[in-house]
C-alpha cells in the first residue's frame, strides 16, 4: 500500500517549482498541502509570493494577510504585505500595514522604502521624506531610494534637494533614465529661479525710499501673472504646512502617545497593557525611540513656518 504525500514532502516540491519558476505547480502542491494543514505560516508565505509573482496581487495579499493573523511577529510579511498593497494602488492601507512592519523590522531598508512609496502617493511629503532618508540611511546604495527621494523633493517644489538626489542616484546607476530626466527639470527649474528678476513681483530700489513715521510704505500695483505665481507659492507652502502637521500629529496618535501611556503603566505594573513582560528600561526606551520620531517632524514644521514668515515678508 502507498503512503500518502506528508506535509512537509508537499511543501518541498512547492519550493522546488518556485524555485524554478514553475508558478502553477507551485501553487498546486501548497494548496494540496493547506489540505492537511492550513496553520502554517511557511506555507502561507510561499503561497503569497507564488501568486505575487503571477503578478495575481489579490490572492498574494489575502495569503500575507493568513500570515500576520498566524504570526503577528513575523516582521517581513507586513513588510511584503505593504509592498502589495502598494502594487495595488491601495496606499492608505500599505501605510498603516507598513507603520506596523518597521515597528517590527527597524533595520528594513525595504519596510521604509515601500513606506516612502505609500506616503508619496498618498502625497505626504513630509511624512514620505524621512521614510526614504531611512531606508537611505540603512541601505545608502539603494539607487531607486535616492530617485524617490528626488521626486519627493520635486513635487514639494524643493529642487535643489531634488537635484542632489537625482545626482546621487545616478552616481550608483548611471542608466537610471527617470533620474536623469528628473535632473534635467530640477536644474532647469532652479536655472529659471535664479534668473528670474522679481520672484514675488517686487522691484529693487536705486536708493532708499524716504519714509516718514507716519507714510505708508509704498506700494504698487501686481500683474496677474505675479498674483498668480505668488499664490501658486503660497499654496505650495500651505500643503506643505498641512502635511507637516499630519505627520506630526500621526507620530503623537501613533508612537508618542502609546509610549507615554506604557511609560505610565510601567509606574505601577510590571506588564505591558498587553500582558508581555518588559523592564521600565525598555519602557524608557520605548518612549525615547517614539519622541526620537516625533522631533524631525518639529523641526520640519517649525521649518515650514519660517518659510511662510519669509513668504509674508517679501510680500508684505
Request: net charge neutral; charged share 25%.
Amino acid at each position: 500500500m502507498t503512503n500518502a504525500v506528508s506535509f512537509e514532502d508537499l511543501c518541498l516540491t512547492g519550493r522546488q517549482h518556485l524555485k524554478a519558476g514553475r508558478l502553477d505547480d507551485s501553487i498546486a502542491a501548497f494548496q494540496a498541502a493547506r489540505q492537511i494543514n492550513d496553520l502554517d505560516p511557511e506555507l502561507h508565505e510561499s503561497l503569497a509570493t507564488a501568486h505575487f509573482l503571477k503578478q495575481d496581487y489579490d490572492a498574494a495579499a489575502l495569503h500575507f494577510e493568513r500570515v500576520t493573523r498566524l504570526d503577528a511577529r513575523r516582521g517581513t510579511s507586513w513588510v511584503n504585505l505593504g509592498a502589495v498593497y502598494n502594487r495595488m494602488g491601495n496606499y492608505q492601507k500599505a501605510a498603516e500595514v507598513l507603520r506596523r512592519a518597521v515597528q517590527i523590522e527597524k533595520k528594513s531598508s525595504i519596510a521604509y522604502y515601500n513606506l516612502g512609496i505609500a506616503y508619496k502617493h498618498l502625497k505626504q511629503w513630509a511624512l514620505a521624506v524621512p521614510a526614504y532618508r531611512e531606508a537611505i540611511r540603512l541601505e545608502p546604495k539603494m539607487a531607486d531610494a535616492h530617485l524617490n527621494l528626488g521626486n519627493t523633493y520635486s513635487a514639494m517644489n524643493n529642487f535643489a534637494q531634488a537635484a542632489s538626489s537625482y545626482k546621487r542616484a545616478l552616481e550608483l546607476n548611471p542608466s537610471l533614465e527617470r533620474a536623469q530626466r528628473g535632473l534635467e527639470k530640477a536644474e532647469a527649474e532652479l536655472s529659471a529661479t535664479k534668473n528670474a528678476k522679481s520672484p514675488f513681483g517686487r522691484l529693487v530700489a536705486a536708493t532708499p525710499a524716504p519714509t516718514t513715521a507716519t507714510a505708508p510704505a509704498a506700494t504698487r500695483e501686481l500683474t496677474e501673472e505675479q498674483r498668480i505665481a505668488d499664490r501658486q507659492a503660497l499654496h505650495v507652502l500651505v500643503e506643505q504646512l498641512e502635511a507637516d502637521l499630519a505627520g506630526m500629529l500621526e507620530t503623537i496618535a501613533n508612537s508618542l502617545e502609546p509610549s507615554v501611556h506604557t511609560l505610565n503603566k510601567m509606574l505601577t505594573q510590571a506588564l505591558s497593557p498587553h500582558g508581555v513582560s518588559i523592564t521600565k528600561a525598555e519602557a524608557l526606551d520605548n518612549f525615547v525611540e517614539a519622541r526620537g520620531q516625533y522631533v524631525p517632524r518639529l523641526a520640519q514644521l517649525q521649518k515650514t513656518l519660517r518659510q511662510l514668515r519669509d513668504h509674508e515678508a517679501r510680500f508684505s
